[in-house]
């Protein structure tokens, strides 16, 4: 599995679109998918709002994503960061901020490569380039 991470609009599927020449229709949209496509397609966009979508619907989002990716190693995986911004008002907000840290600390240590994305940058952060 692969990892991609950083702000919002910062270029991350892009970066996955050419790095791994990914076409449209591969790609999930974890904002909009049902639940039961979120692991379908090689790519899983807005993860972060899939978790939102999952704790929303009273669903154990740690254990869904978890479980994807037990059943689907071989996706790349793309999550914008909640944990530089500041921190939510709301308590359902802090929970989904929290929820979604956790889950991305579970997934970079599973993940062969993660890659964070600054400005249309990609950094490799875990992993060799040449695996």
Known sequence: MILVIGGGSQGKLEFVRSRWDIASANITDGGTCTFEEAFQ???????????????????DARKFIADGIEQHP??????????????????????????????????????????????S???????????
């Open 121 to 131: 940058i990609p950094v490799l952060i875990k992993g060799e380039e040449h695996e």
């Open 74 to 119: 071989d996706m790349i995986l793309i999550c914008d960061e909640l944990s530089s911004a500041v921190v939510p008002v709301l308590k359902d907000d802090r929970e989904m901020q929290e929820t979604t840290g956790r889950i991305l600390c579970a997934a970079a240590q599973k993940a062969a490569k993660v890659y964070r994305v600054f400005c």
């Open 41 to 59: 397609h090689p790519v899983l966009d807005h993860l972060h709002l899939l978790i939102r979508r999952l704790q929303e619907a009273g669903l």
